[in-house]
C-alpha cells in the first residue's frame, strides 16, 4: 500500500535562475525504510521539506504530494500534524519547553488529549526510548545525542504513519550516531513506521534499508536496493557519489574485485579474511611532518560558564604548530566547541593562558584579532550571514579587510571557484541546503586571510565528494602556513586529512597522536576500515591502508 505519492513534482526558490526540483516522481510503500541521498545542494531537503507542509519553503511549486491516498492541500491539519513527523538536523532548534516531559507533552496537549491519555502516552514513549534517568531534566542541560533523541520522540508519541528525517546524525558524536540509527531501525522494524531518511553518512544506514534514491540536479538519477545501488557506483568510480559508498565496497572496489559487492562491515571483514593472507599486519606507521614553530600554545585552560557550575575544562594543555592540521574529537558535552570558543578569544579561561605567536590573546585589540589572525566557522553557518545574498555577504566582509573593488572582486571569483559556489552567489543564503550554507561560510572566513582557522563541524551537511574538495583546499592553506584546527564527529575525515588527533573527554585531552595511531588503538572513535580490518591487520585505519595490505599479502592459496 502506497502512504506517499509524488507526481511531476518541480519546486524553483524566488529567483533562482533554475529549478532546485525538475518534475520529481516518487511512490514509497507503507512501512519502507528509504534512504534520500546526493551531492550537496541536489535538493534532498527541499524534497523532504515540501513533502511537510508547515515546512514547506517560499518558491514555485507544481506537481502532486499524495498522503495516504489524500491530496497534500486537502489534509486537515490534526491528521498532517500526526500523520507526518519530522526530525531536522540541528537538535537544538527542534526543542521547544524547558523540561524532558514537557516536550513529550506539548504536541498531544496541542490536540486536546485527555489528561490521562497524554500521561500514558508520555510515560511509554519515554520507557521505549529509554530517557526515564532524564525525563525530569531541563532540555537546555541535554547533550546533542539526547536532544535529538527527544526529538524523535516527540514526534513518535504522536503516533505518525511516515517519519521525515533530515541529516538527523550531522551534529552527533559516533556512539550517540549509531545509538540513533539502531532506534530508528526499530521504529521501522518493531512499530511499521514509514522511513524517508536524507544521509550523507551512508555506512550505517545502507545495511538496513529497503531502497535507496539518489538525487541529482534535483531529479532522481537512481532509485533501488542498496546492493543495486553499491554495485552501480563501484562500476563507476568517477561518481561524485562513489567516495561516499561504505567502507567495505569502497575495499571490494578498489581491490578490482568482481561480483556482488559487500556493504556491511561483517561482510567486508568475511571477503577480507576469506580472500586473502594477513602474514603481513601492519604497515609501517606515519609520521606527523616535523614542524617546530608553535602557533597555539594552550597552558592549563580551567572553564567553567557559572561560578557555581562544575568545570567544562580542566588543566587542557595543548600545542598547535603552525601550517599544522588538528582535529579535536570527542562525545557530545564533552567540552570541543567550549575549548574552540577559548582559542577564538570569545571565552575567557578563569584560569591559564592561551597564546597565538607567543602572544597572549587578551593583548590583542579586538580588531587585530580578527583581522588577518583568527577566523571561525561555527556549528551554525547560518549565523555568519547578515545580507539577502551570498554575494553581498562577501563583499561586506571585503569591505571590513579594506579591499579595492576590482580586488575584491577577485578574491571572491577566486574563492568561489575554489569553494564551488559560483552559482550560489545570487542566492539568499537561508535557501541554500546545509552543505552548501557551510561552504558560503567557509568563503568569508577565507576573504579574512586568516592565521589559525578555528572549524566547529566543518562537514556537517557536506557530502564524501564535498568533502574531499575541503580537504584540498585545508591542505593548501596549510602549505600556505595557516593552522587548522577542526572539532569533527567526522573520523573519517580526520583519519585521512589530520596531522593530529586529540581525544577530549570530561573536560580533559586524554590523548593526542597522529590518526593511524589514534584510530589503530580505538573501538568506536575509529573508521569503518578498521573495524572491517580489526584482528585481521594491526593498524589498517584507511579503506587505501586495507587494500594495501590486501595487496602485499597477497590472495589464499596463491590465486591471482
Known amino acids: 500500500m502506497e502512504i506517499l505519492h509524488i507526481e511531476d513534482l518541480t519546486f524553483r526558490y524566488p529567483d533562482a535562475p533554475r529549478p532546485a526540483l525538475q518534475n520529481v516522481s516518487l511512490s514509497v510503500s507503507d512501512g519502507e525504510f528509504a534512504v534520500i541521498c546526493g551531492v550537496s545542494g541536489c535538493g534532498k531537503s527541499t524534497l523532504l521539506r515540501l513533502i511537510k507542509r508547515e515546512l514547506a519553503p517560499f518558491g514555485e511549486k507544481s506537481g502532486v504530494i499524495m498522503y495516504d491516498g489524500q491530496p497534500q492541500e486537502a489534509l486537515d491539519m490534526r491528521t498532517e500534524c500526526t500523520g507526518i513527523g519530522f526530525v531536522q538536523q540541528r537538535p537544538e532548534s527542534q526543542i521547544v519547553t524547558d523540561k524532558v516531559w514537557h516536550e513529550l507533552a506539548f504536541g498531544l496537549e496541542s490536540l486536546g488529549l485527555p489528561t490521562e491519555a497524554i500521561r500514558r502516552r508520555v510515560c511509554e514513549t519515554a520507557a521505549y526510548f529509554g530517557i526515564e534517568a532524564w525525563f525530569r531534566q531541563n532540555t537546555a542541560e541535554l547533550s546533542g545525542g539526547q536532544m535529538q533523541l527527544l526529538n524523535l520522540a516527540g514526534v513518535t508519541v504522536m503516533q505518525p504513519k511516515l517519519l521525515l528525517l533530515d541529516e538527523p546524525t550531522a551534529q552527533l558524536d559516533p556512539i550517540a550516531a549509531a545509538d540513533f540509527i539502531t532506534t530508528l531501525h526499530k521504529l521501522n522494524r518493531e512499530l511499521g513506521i514509514t522511513v524517508l531518511l536524507v544521509e550523507h553518512r551512508l555506512e550505517e544506514v545502507l545495511p538496513i534499508a529497503d531502497r535507496v534514491i539518489l538525487m541529482e540536479d534535483g531529479a532522481i538519477g537512481f532509485d533501488g536496493s542498496p546492493r543495486r545501488f553499491a554495485d552501480s557506483l563501484s562500476r563507476n568510480g568517477e561518481h561524485p557519489m562513489a567516495s561516499a559508498l561504505p567502507a567495505s565496497a569502497k575495499i571490494f572496489r578498489d581491490l578490482g574485485e568482481s561480483g556482488e559487492c559487500p556493504v556491511k562491515v561483517r561482510e567486508g571483514r568475511d571477503f577480507i579474511s576469506s580472500t586473502f593472507e594477513n602474514r603481513i599486519r601492519a604497515l609501517t606507521e606515519k609520521s606527523a611532518p616535523e614542524r617546530s614553530e608553535k602557533a597555539v600554545r594552550v597552558q592549563d585552560i580551567r572553564f567553567r560558564y557559572a561560578r557555581e557550575s562544575a568545570d567544562i575544562l580542566r588543566d587542557v594543555s595543548l600545542d598547535v604548530c603552525r601550517g599544522e592540521h588538528l582535529c579535536l574529537l570527542g562525545g557530545n558535552g564533552t567540552g570541543k566547541t567550549t575549548l574552540l570558543g577559548i582559542l577564538s578569544g570569545a571565552l575567557k579561561p578563569y584560569h591559564g593562558t592561551v597564546t597565538l605567536d607567543g602572544k597572549k590573546l587578551g593583548a590583542y585589540s579586538a580588531k587585530d584579532l580578527y583581522h588577518k589572525n583568527i577566523a571561525v566557522l561555527p556549528q551554525d553557518p547560518q549565523t555568519v550571514f547578515l545580507k539577502k545574498t551570498v554575494c553581498e555577504d562577501l563583499r561586506e566582509t571585503c569591505r571590513a579587510m579594506e579591499y579595492d573593488r576590482a580586488e575584491s572582486e577577485e578574491r571572491i571569483a577566486e574563492i568561489a571557484g575554489k569553494l564551488g559556489i559560483g552559482t550560489l552567489l545570487d542566492r539568499h543564503p537561508y535557501d541554500l541546503s546545509g552543505g552548501e550554507q557551510q561552504k558560503a561560510a567557509l568563503a568569508k572566513l577565507l576573504l579574512l586571510q586568516p592565521k589559525l582557522l578555528l572549524l566547529d563541524e566543518p562537514t556537517k ?40 588527533c586529540a581525544f577530549l573527554f570530561d573536560g580533559e585531552i586524554v590523548s593526542t597522536d597522529t590518526p593511524n595511531v589514534f584510530f589503530a588503538g580505538n573501538t568506536f572513535y575509529t573508521t569503518a576500515a578498521h573495524r572491517i580490518s580489526k584482528d585481521i591487520f594491526d593498524n589498517a585505519v584507511l579503506c587505501g591502508d586495507v587494500v594495501e595490505l590486501c595487496r602485499m599479502n597477497g590472495r589464499k592459496g596463491g590465486a591471482p
Open 461 to 500: 551537511g557536506i557530502d564524501a565528494y564535498g568533502k574531499e574538495r575541503l580537504a584540498d583546499i585545508l591542505g593548501d592553506l596549510k602549505n600556505g602556513g595557516i593552522t587548522v584546527v577542526t572539532v569533527t564527529h567526522d573520523a573519517e575525515f580526520a583519519a585521512a586529512y589530520a596531522d593530529r
